[in-house]
């Protein structure tokens, strides 16, 4: 059973940074794509970044591109947000996911149970 755990959300004034972490179990982690989306109240989940299998490819959103860095690390089977330069429309719940298929960036069935992040201006 595949399990997502989600860890270092929390209050931070804009301009600060916070580190989220992402704890996977349950198959192969070096073999799927990982990513994280986030929701802000009233609004519907949205992509912010992933990052290939192994870590050769990454992707941001717009919204969050030269202040949000996504790595891996295989071996301990985590996946990190860096965030930087945060903003109060940053504000969300951000998600751990991960695609059902191996080596694709698409069908995220797995998902984490989510983190706060809340950015005051």
């Known amino acids: 059973q595949v399990q997502l755990v989600e860890s270092g959300g929390g209050l931070v004034q804009a301009g600060g940074s916070l580190r989220l972490s992402c704890a996977a179990s349950g198959r192969t982690f070096s073999n799927y794509a990982m990513a994280w989306f986030r929701q802000a109240p009233g609004k519907e989940r949205e992509f912010v970044s992933h990052i290939s299998w192994n870590g050769g490819t990454t992707d941001y959103a717009d919204s969050v591109k030269g202040r949000f860095t996504i790595s891996r690390d295989n071996a301990k089977k985590m996946v990190y947000l860096q965030m930087n330069s945060l903003k109060p429309e940053d504000t969300a719940v951000y998600y751990c996911?991960?695609?059902?298929?191996?080596?694709?960036?698409?069908?995220?069935?797995?998902w984490g149970q989510g983190t706060q992040v809340t950015v005051s201006s």
């Open positions: 996911a991960s695609p059902r298929v191996p080596l694709t960036f698409s069908q995220y069935t797995f």
